[in-house]
């Protein structure tokens, strides 16, 4: 089963839910695009908003490498809430892996996310933040690419 989030240039956006810690899940809706470079880099670039709320947009900005026919890669983040973050991906059957580390955090911040692919056109997103051995945050969110 060939994936097409991330492995491929495209647009998707995501709708879902947000929870905290001793709080009550709101809505998260965002937008997502991937590009690629000819030298097997990936550029991917999402935007989280929470409507009908007054928190604070979160960005991430991920740029990472994937040699053609590996199934695993490297990636930098910048995260507008935890900051400079380094992480992994593995490219499973069905689904995406991400684990990432907050860089230089005493509160040693980390996060994970799962992709699993529905069809070639929706994927279920499950992740999470961690501070130490502590849940402090998860999402469940579809993606869903746009036709151009």
Do not use: C
Request: hydrophobic letters at 35%; proline letters at 1%.
């Amino acid at each position: 089963m060939a994936h097409t989030f991330l492995m491929e240039a495209g647009r998707w956006s995501l709708q879902g839910n947000w929870l905290e810690r001793n709080g009550m899940p709101v809505t998260v809706i965002g937008k997502t695009l991937v590009g690629w470079s000819r030298d097997d880099w990936f550029t991917m670039v999402t935007k989280l908003a929470f409507p009908g709320t007054d928190r604070e947009e979160i960005s991430f900005q991920y740029r990472g490498r994937l040699d053609a026919g590996e199934r695993q890669y490297t990636f930098v983040l910048q995260h507008s809430l935890l900051g400079r973050v380094e992480g992994e991906g593995w490219v499973a059957q069905e689904s995406i892996v991400q684990r990432y580390w907050v860089l230089g955090d005493r509160q040693r911040r980390s996060g994970f996310e799962t992709l699993y692919r529905m069809d070639d056109n929706k994927y279920y997103l499950s992740s999470g933040i961690m501070a130490g051995h502590y849940l402090t945050s998860t999402m469940e969110a579809t993606l869903e690419r746009h036709s151009d």
